[in-house]
């Protein structure tokens, strides 16, 4: 079972700060790496993907890769509260067919 | 675009009903996924479609649950019967082909409460 893991939160930060979001993924051979955002009541929608260890950046947002600890992150800088929504990890199989998603964690960026 | 579109988006039946949910893809996608969202467990791939032609669908949950592509604008999900356990959401999601930067486009879901 290929799972993908993420706390549930959910993550309180104040507005202007910093927010920092996990994921740990089991399989080893996992190449493709996704974060999507999803807003109560609506459909996830992607924010950016990464495929090499390192940074990627892309605006407010930098997604970090270590595969050898399979694990990536998201970072949003300047929190704005309209980043108030769940974050969804998901990782794409070896195939580069299917997409398993993490539970997501809720931030909650408060005014 | 009008982007993935699902129907109906409200669904409220009773045990053992069927239930069908219908979706069409982007144009031009020839990949489609069926997902099934619940507080407990996540976001859950039931099945998927590769030119209409069912790929994976161990996520199916049993039996009760069937998909269909007969074409490549067109899928349906059906649950007969179907249950209480079976009340979520279930998303559509289309993509181009690819590989390291797949990209899914999500339909607005359609909310299934089985009563």
């Known amino acids: 079972q290929k799972e993908v893991e993420q706390n549930s939160g959910p993550l309180s930060v104040p507005e202007g700060a910093i927010a920092s979001l996990n994921c740990t993924y089991s399989d080893r051979g996992s190449q493709s790496f996704f974060w999507y955002r999803q807003y109560s009541g609506k459909s996830p929608e992607l924010i950016m993907f990464?495929?090499?260890?390192g940074d990627k950046e892309d605006g407010r947002f930098t997604a970090q890769l270590n595969k050898a600890s399979q694990y990536v992150s998201l970072l949003i800088r300047d929190s704005q509260p309209s980043d108030s929504a769940t974050y969804l990890c998901a990782v794409l199989d070896n195939a580069g067919n299917m997409l398993t998603f993490g539970g997501g964690t809720r931030l909650m960026v408060k005014p | 675009d009008a982007g993935v579109i699902q129907s109906p988006r409200h669904e409220v039946t009773e045990m053992g009903q069927e239930v069908t949910l219908r979706c069409k893809p982007i144009?031009?996608?020839?990949?489609l996924f069926w997902y099934r969202q619940t507080m407990m467990r996540g976001l859950e791939l039931l099945i998927y479609f590769n030119n209409n032609v069912p790929i994976d669908d161990s996520g199916m949950p049993e039996d009760r649950f069937s998909a269909k592509m007969p074409n490549a604008s067109f899928s349906t999900l059906k649950i007969q019967p179907s249950e209480p356990r079976d009340s979520a959401v279930y998303f559509c999601?289309?993509?181009?082909?690819?590989?390291?930067?797949?990209?899914?486009?999500f339909g607005e879901g359609s909310r299934l409460t089985v009563l």
């Open positions: 990464i495929y090499s260890n």
């Open positions: 144009s031009g996608h020839n990949s």
């Open positions: 999601a289309s993509s181009l082909p690819g590989t390291g930067d797949r990209e899914l486009f």
